[in-house]
């Protein structure tokens, strides 16, 4: 079993800044992938960034250029820089760990984009 624990999220104006953290404890392979997902009002869960024990980083389109995806593997933390915030941006942000033939979910911390 592995548990997930997001910070950073708040309110915050467009053009602004915010790092979120994910914390994962339990039993997790060297070789995982962790990463973010976000879902906004209505719509479906989407993949903002992923990161790979390698190194190796995945955006979505719509985040390249503004969002950096980072991690501590000796911590097993995955953070997510979000500058130039936009209102769409807006969302509840979950953390992601893919190990062992397993996905698991963080409960989601809220950032909300004011223009």
């Known amino acids: 079993q592995v548990q997930l624990v997001e910070s950073g999220g708040c309110w915050v104006q467009a053009g602004g800044s915010l790092r979120l953290s994910c914390v994962a404890s339990?039993?997790?392979?060297?070789?995982?992938?962790m990463g973010w997902y976000r879902q906004a009002p209505g719509k479906q869960r989407e993949l903002v960034a992923i990161?790979?024990?390698?190194?190796?980083?995945n955006y979505a389109d719509s985040v390249k250029g503004r969002f950096t995806i980072g991690r501590d593997n000796a911590e097993n933390t995955v953070y997510l820089q979000m500058n130039s915030l936009k209102p769409e941006d807006t969302a509840v942000y979950y953390c992601?760990?893919?190990?062992?033939?397993?996905?698991?979910w963080g409960k989601g911390t809220l950032v909300t984009v004011s223009s």
């Open positions: 992601y760990v893919h190990t062992y033939g397993m996905d698991y």
């Open positions: 339990g039993i997790i392979s060297r070789v995982n992938v």
């Open positions: 990161i790979t024990s390698g190194g190796s980083t």
